[in-house]
Structures are given as structure tokens and as C-alpha cells.
């Protein structure tokens, strides 16, 4: 199972991006997806979850400006992120749940990371 994020780049404050994560590999199911972020020494923390019903979780730090949403026929997850700020600059990296056969464990998988720079 591989997890391929993509969308990242450079914006000046108060722009948007659409980072998209894509699950490929053998999957027989995805419960909760996410994204998480790593800015330069600190810690890597939560920015969005989505279950597979589709409820949400946001930071604090984020809520109103950036949306998560998935596709499940597609096994991607989505995170819409507008009225950037120059502290919302760091690593993004994508988060699944999955189940790679019927009677399998439910494994944690992360993706390689999508740089998000923000310039004031």
C-alpha cells in the first residue's frame, strides 16, 4: 500500500492550495484518512481527519479555512486550505487507515509529505 500526496507548493498569504492523497495498492477497505503537518522544529500535529461516513475533525488553527473531504470510490482524500497564513508553512502529509484483506488488521499508512510555503 502506497499513499501518493501531491498539491503542495508556494503561496503568498491569504491564497489556497488543494493538497490531494491518493491510496494505491491492496485495499479491501479505509476507515478514518487525514492530514497531518510538520513545520521546521516542531512537532508533527493533526490538521484534519475524516471517518469513512464522512464526519470531521479540524485544529483549531485551521477551522473555517481549510475543508478535508474524501472520494471513497477513488481511495483519496482531499484538504482545501484558503486564506493562507505565513504559519500554516510545513510539511503536509497524508494518513490512512486501512484493511488490505477481510480478515486483516487495520494498519496505519502515511505519505511521503507535500511542502507548503507560505510567503508574507
Known amino acids: 500500500v502506497q499513499l501518493q500526496a501531491s498539491g503542495g507548493g508556494l503561496v503568498q498569504t491569504g491564497g489556497s492550495l488543494r493538497l490531494s492523497c491518493k491510496a494505491s495498492g491492496s485495499i479491501f477497505s479505509i476507515n478514518g484518512m487525514g492530514w497531518y503537518r510538520q513545520a521546521p522544529g516542531k512537532q508533527r500535529e493533526l490538521v484534519a481527519t475524516i471517518t469513512s461516513g ?67
Open 54 to 120: 464522512g464526519s470531521t475533525n479540524y485544529a483549531d488553527s485551521v477551522k473555517g479555512r481549510f475543508t478535508i473531504s474524501r472520494d471513497n470510490a477513488d481511495d483519496t482524500v482531499y484538504l482545501r486550505m484558503i486564506s493562507l497564513k505565513p504559519e500554516d508553512t510545513a510539511g503536509y502529509y497524508c494518513n490512512a487507515q486501512i484493511r488490505q484483506t477481510i480478515i486483516s488488521a487495520t494498519r496505519e499508512y502515511w505519505g511521503q509529505g507535500t511542502l507548503v510555503t507560505v510567503s508574507s
